[in-house]
């Protein structure tokens, strides 16, 4: 949780390294010395806010000898922002022997960022830590001067201007300061510390920080990449599962949608769990509708009716849903089988027989096709989709316009309905009608349910025996 300390000078955000981290000893100091850093980092993005999060969440780099190397700073400047990471009267670790007494600042020098702000919002910061601490010019110091290591890198070449730059700032405050930096609590606990030598031992290798600084930002790019995909493919799921479609059908949540919740542990794995009214029963526990698709009666008619004869299996459709991830990409359900057509004869309602264009365009093509090889031997279609997608009574798939329901062929020639145990089925017919299902130019078939184990590009199904059940491939859609 952060806040932020307005003063006219300069608002500092506040984002603390928790107490008790490794990179927060907790020993009072009472500063005498600012101390001056540059990140050392130029990759894009490597502004004030990624070293924050890499002091608070990760703090340390792996020595040569595989020991991590702990390393903490008091404040982050760059053209945005100021960052307060440790209160003003505890040590950090970033300058060796300047951790004893001093604060210590790390400018940043990120290639996207606005290098000659960062150094005029550091150099005011400073400025008014002097004022509060009564601190004179002299005592602003670079890492440089503690150990050797050439540090901060921009600014040791032009270290005088940025001194005059401080002074100006510092000249330029309002004698009557009444807003303040450090808090009244920083300046009670400001004690001289006796350091021991693991205070004065660690000092910042901004390469580093700098490496671990930017693997971060890579892996915090590819998440953001992964969120951006998965949040694509997420509204693309509510669009399809509660989006009205041609016809104003939602097709996969008609009842609506009560609970959405988006989850993503990037960069492999995201969650979706989109819910319907809660008073609508699981599919697991839901009974069975009775197939009433397959009570219609079968008659020569061009677009037969809905009278019920009890013909077909009457224990409902069983074959499993089409895949749901299908249901992101399916083209609309907005083409009808309209009769006549060469080759083909219909049972059933015409409001069932809604497909994609191309499962219309497929079945006429193979009545065509058949119809030449087979001159007065007509296919049974039954059962598509209905008009938009979506659930069918009776079935739990035919939602998406590629599933269709064919009639097996009698060696009469009869337009009637034949299980393949009847002594009218033609085992030959029917075994041609599946070849050129399969075959077909049009649309790839996925599968074909259908129960005599005898024709060859079938599989068994239960309650297929007088019909079989044709799924068209979406993958090539």
């Excluded at 049972?347 to 499962?359: C, L, M, N």
Aim: glycine letters at 8%; proline letters at 6%.
């Amino acid at each position: 949780m952060s806040e932020t300390i307005e003063t006219t000078t300069v608002p500092i955000l506040v984002e603390l390294i928790a107490q008790g981290r490794p990179n927060r000893p907790g020993k009072n100091i009472n500063p005498k010395y600012i101390t001056v850093h540059n990140t050392s980092n130029v990759s894009k993005g490597a502004g004030a806010k990624a070293h924050s999060k890499f002091v608070r969440e990760t703090g340390y780099y792996v020595l040569p000898n595989g020991q991590k190397q702990w390393v903490s700073w008091h404040l982050t400047v760059d053209d945005t922002y100021v960052i307060k990471h440790l209160p003003f009267n505890e040590i950090a670790w970033h300058a060796g022997p300047g951790n004893a007494a001093s604060i210590g600042i790390e400018i940043c020098m990120n290639s996207d960022g606005d290098q000659a702000v960062a150094n005029k919002k550091a150099a005011a910061l400073i400025a008014q830590l002097l004022k509060e601490l009564k601190l004179e010019i002299g005592a602003v110091r670079t890492h440089q001067s503690w150990t050797g290591k050439y540090c901060p890198t921009l600014l040791i070449g032009q270290w005088a201007a940025f001194l005059a730059m401080i002074k100006a700032a510092r000249d330029a405050i309002d004698p009557k300061l009444d807003d303040f930096i450090i808090s009244q609590d920083e300046r009670n606990e400001m004690k001289d510390l006796e350091p021991s030598d693991e205070d004065l031992r660690p000092e910042i290798d901004h390469d580093e920080v700098a490496r671990v600084v930017s693997s971060e930002l890579r892996t915090q790019s590819a998440e953001l990449g992964a969120y951006s995909t998965a949040l694509e493919t997420f509204n693309a799921l509510i669009n399809k599962a509660a989006g009205v479609h041609e016809h104003a059908r939602p097709r996969l949540f008609p009842k609506g949608i009560d609970y959405i919740e988006f989850s993503l542990k990037a960069p492999t794995e995201l969650k979706f769990i989109i819910a319907g009214p809660k008073s609508r029963p699981s599919t697991s526990s839901s009974p069975e509708v009775p197939h009433q698709a397959h009570e219609d009666h079968l008659s020569g008619e061009a677009d037969g009716d809905d009278s019920p004869s009890g013909y077909l299996d009457p224990e409902g459709d069983t074959v499993p849903e089409e895949n749901w991830f299908d249901a992101l990409s399916a083209p609309p359900v907005n083409a009808q089988l309209v009769m006549p057509k060469t080759g083909l004869w219909t049972y059933g309602s015409a409001s069932k027989r809604w497909g994609i264009q191309r499962t219309i365009q497929a079945l006429t093509a193979v009545g065509q096709s058949f119809a030449t090889k087979h001159p007065g031997v007509s296919i049974g279609i039954g059962d598509v989709s209905k008009q938009g997608g979506g659930h069918i009574p009776g079935h739990k798939s035919h939602r998406l316009g590629v599933d269709v329901d064919v009639l097996p062929l009698r060696s009469d020639h009869a337009k009637q309905g034949v299980t393949w145990k009847d002594a009218a089925y033609s085992r030959v017919l029917t075994q041609d009608l599946v070849h050129h299902f399969l075959t077909n130019s049009v649309f790839p078939v996925r599968l074909i349910f259908f129960n005599d184990s005898k024709v060859k590009g079938v599989q068994p199904w239960p309650n297929h025996d007088n019909h079989l059940h044709v799924r068209f491939n979406l993958d090539v859609v």
